[in-house]
């Protein structure tokens, strides 16, 4: 486990380029950042400036066209696809503006998903007590427990949100990252869940890379970046 200020992610030079008619399209610039044990850092940033596209190449989802991405000591991107997606899945917690729970499962069920993806059919059968009880817990603590069995339609958004949070902690990862995870909610359904973002990041010691349009929000983290135009152009102190 990482001692508080350890790096836990560091990208360096990291250019994402995308096909464009019959050239190419560079997003991101060479971006070198770094996010330490027990760290919130805020990401903010114009619409188009590339922030989703960074957090989909630090978190393991989308290949840099260069550059490198270290998580927790390895070069993600010179792993194999099942090694990185064993690294991804155990390491990282994403938390979504649009929550990304499958339809046809229950809050308890989304809640586990982690886990199903993470073992085999065999060895998820024989935890699976274990694991409905974590499940239980998680949702209870985020005042859940009388949704445990509804789909993701019966939810209102600030449900299923904390149902995104909940099946982001669930197996416990170092690192949490969150696009947005208020830009579909109301104020006060959103702050509701800030304040359970937030207490489960410090009770869990978790590095926690936000991103957000909300500057109030932002000075909760404890360091902002600014990205702009695909190249981060400053960074501030937070109050977290």
């Known amino acids: ?22 050239g190419e399209l560079e997003i991101l ?8 044990a027990g760290e919130r850092l805020a990401l903010m940033g114009p619409s188009g400036a590339g922030k989703s596209t960074l957090l989909h190449v630090l978190g393991l989802l989308e290949r ?9 000591g390895r070069d993600a ?55 409905i009880a974590k499940a239980l817990e998680l949702l209870s603590n985020f005042g859940l427990a009388h949704r445990l069995h509804h789909r993701p339609a019966q939810l209102s958004g600030g449900e299923r949100q904390r149902v995104a949070l909940a ?28 304040e359970l973002l937030f207490r489960a990041q410090q009770e869990r010691n978790l590095s926690l890379l936000l991103v957000t349009h909300d500057e109030r929000l932002a000075e909760r983290c404890g360091r902002v970046l600014r990205l702009e135009a695909g190249r981060i152009v400053g960074a501030l102190p937070g109050r977290g």
């Open 29 to 36: 610039h060479g971006i070198d950042l770094d996010l330490r």
């Open 77 to 131: 991107w010179s792993l194999s696809t099942q090694e990185r997606a064993h690294l991804r899945n155990h390491h990282i917690g994403f938390v979504f503006q649009f929550y990304h729970l499958l339809p046809e499962l229950d809050a308890v069920e989304n809640v586990m998903l982690p886990a199903m993806i993470a073992q085999s059919r065999g060895d998820f059968r024989e935890d699976r007590h274990a694991h």
């Open 1 to 22: 486990m990482s001692e508080r200020g350890d790096i836990v992610l560091s990208a360096r030079g990291v250019v994402k380029r995308f096909r464009s008619g019959d």
């Open 64 to 72: 840099p066209t260069h550059g490198t991405v270290d998580l927790d």
């Open 167 to 194: 099946r982001a902690l669930f197996l416990d990862p170092p690192l949490l990252i969150a696009d947005e995870p208020t830009g579909n909610l109301d104020r006060d359904t959103g702050e509701l869940v800030l």
